[in-house]
């Protein structure tokens, strides 16, 4: 049964990563400024060119998910960007314990994320892609 599904099961799983990623990104080019503010907000050096390449990965990967296109690569780009923006963005163990809880939902669930990237980038994007089309599925 499962065999007759992967397909678009595939198809689903790129999609709704890509619901994560893509709306993130729009957001980053639509709200420009206050992201630079959020990023300089936890001391990171130049905010405008972390700003730029946020809204960069995440909507050209997000279009990559939805497309199937560049699939295995979008999605280890995806999946270090995602850690290395929990780290700085969801460290929950620098807040006072009562505050913890928040920053620490969001940091593991960015942490399953990273896991269902991992997984498309292990298996790759299923015969419903572009990627299949060229060959490169």
């Known amino acids: 049964m499962f065999t007759r599904l ?3 099961l595939a198809l689903a799983g790129r999609l709704l ?7 993130a990104g729009v957001g980053k080019l639509t709200g420009f400024a206050g992201t630079v503010g959020y990023i300089s907000s936890v001391g990171l050096p130049m905010p405008q060119l972390g700003a730029m390449v946020a809204l960069v990965v995440e909507i050209g990967g997000g279009v990559a998910l939805i497309a199937g296109f560049g699939t295995r690569v979008a999605a280890i780009v995806l999946a270090a960007f995602t850690l290395v923006a929990s780290y700085f963005f969801h460290a929950y163990w620098a807040v006072p314990a009562d505050q913890q809880l928040i920053p620490q939902l969001l940091f593991y669930k960015n ?4 896991g269902g990237l991992l997984t498309i980038a292990a298996w790759g994007a299923g015969a419903w892609s572009v990627d299949a089309r060229r060959g490169k599925a």
């Open 6 to 8: 992967q397909d678009p």
């Open 17 to 23: 990563m890509a619901l994560l990623f893509l709306p």
């Open 111 to 114: 942490m399953a994320v990273i």
